[in-house]
């Protein structure tokens, strides 16, 4: 058994540092999410059972902390189809092995130079930097995004909400990731399909990469890899029976099919809101909403939005006006800043079932309507 070390840096050359020297000695390690305030760093740290913390002011030992398995390399939290945070351990195995076959796959006659700036906490932002401590790309560190191929930059992996803002036209490869891509790509554009268990991307525009397999079964994506992660912290990776008839698969959540080699991903299975690369479950932000004294009932959901994929539309039974403002920021300091509804409706009732449910449908529905009129 070792320790696990949670990384509190911020996406940096110093961090890369750092992470490289973690790579060469085998140091199992977790990275915090820089965007959240004190009080919920210390809820992942607690999530991720971290046994020491490195930061600016140097390391430190964790209360409460639980060691991890000499072959775990990473502890990463993925929500997954329940919307409960879980924490997911990587081998070092399965991290150097994603690490090449995405390089290989992108790769052409020279090699591969990122411009690091997806946050390095979720799996995508991470894969480009333990590409480069791994020692199958290069990185260019820069503050112009767009400026970068000019001073040798290749390759950039973004979020929707990023390849909407930015001019990457002029890279090699884009990695586009995190929700479902547009219809129309540039050509320079690859859109990926993996989550944090699969150890980042392991299908681009539909192929799955060498030594991947994804299957359907009952309407579900199913995969096998060697990138899969081991287990969960407290729980073991679940299996499936496949159209194989084997028991070995990964049920990904992620509704879907593969039709002669193409994999054609639906959504996930379940409410689930993706908005800018981020989940967000509606269950989760309506129990921070409910806590507003003037809000009676809420429901979330969401509409479709060209730049960030999804956008978070908060509809509400209130008993006096409310302020969009206001709400976005108890939800940035309950959950974060991904978590901001982007649009609030008042109604004077949600829809429900008979038996009082919500029903979502309808009030995804309700939402588009009313916005669309806008």
Not at 17 to 29: C, G, H, N
Not at 155 to 171: E, G, P, R, T
Not at 172 to 185: D, E, I, S
Not at 319 to 348: M, Q, R, T
Request: glycine share 8%; proline share 6%.
């Amino acid at each position: 058994m070792s320790k696990l070390l949670a990384i509190d840096i911020d996406l940096s050359p110093q961090l890369f540092d750092t992470l490289r020297e973690l790579v060469a000695s085998r140091t199992a390690f977790c990275l915090l999410d820089q965007r959240l305030n004190t009080s919920l760093k210390q809820t992942q740290l607690a999530q991720l059972g971290a046994t020491h913390v490195l930061s600016a002011e140097g390391e430190a030992r964790v209360d409460n902390g639980r060691e991890v398995d000499e072959q775990i390399g990473v502890v990463m939290l993925t929500s997954g189809s329940s919307g409960s945070p879980k924490a997911a351990e990587l081998s070092w195995e399965a991290l150097e092995v994603s690490a090449r076959i995405t390089s290989t796959a992108l790769a052409i006659d020279e090699p591969s130079i990122w411009v690091p700036i997806l946050p390095p906490n979720h799996i995508g932002g991470l894969a480009v930097l333990l590409r480069a401590a791994f020692g199958f790309a290069e990185l260019r560190w820069t503050l112009d995004v767009a400026r970068a191929p000019s001073q040798g930059a290749t390759h950039i992996a973004v979020v929707q909400a990023q390849a909407a803002q930015l001019d990457l036209s002029k890279y090699r490869h884009v990695l586009l990731g995190g929700a479902k891509p547009p219809k129309t790509l540039g050509t320079n554009v690859t859109a990926t399909w993996g989550m944090t268990e699969t150890g980042s991307g392991i299908v681009y525009d539909g192929v799955p990469l060498p030594g991947v397999e994804v299957a359907h079964w009952e309407g579900e994506l199913l995969v096998r890899t060697p990138t899969l992660f081991t287990r969960y912290r407290d729980a073991l990776r679940p299996t499936s029976l496949g159209p194989d008839g084997r028991e070995d698969w990964f049920p990904t959540g992620d509704a879907g099919m593969v039709e002669q080699g193409v994999v054609k991903v639906f959504g996930r299975i379940g409410s689930v809101i993706t908005t800018g690369g981020e989940k967000v479950w509606p269950e989760q932000l309506e129990q921070v909403l409910r806590a507003h004294p003037f809000i009676h009932e809420v429901g979330v959901t969401s509409v479709p939005d060209s730049k960030w994929g999804q956008a978070i539309v908060a509809v509400v039974r209130s008993s006096a006006p409310l302020n969009l403002e206001e709400l976005s920021a108890l939800c940035e300091a309950k959950i974060g800043p991904w978590a901001k509804p982007k649009y609030l409706l008042a109604v004077p009732e949600l829809p429900k079932t008979a038996n009082g449910k919500l029903q979502r449908a309808r009030l995804a529905e309700i939402a588009i309507l009313e916005i669309v009129k806008r």
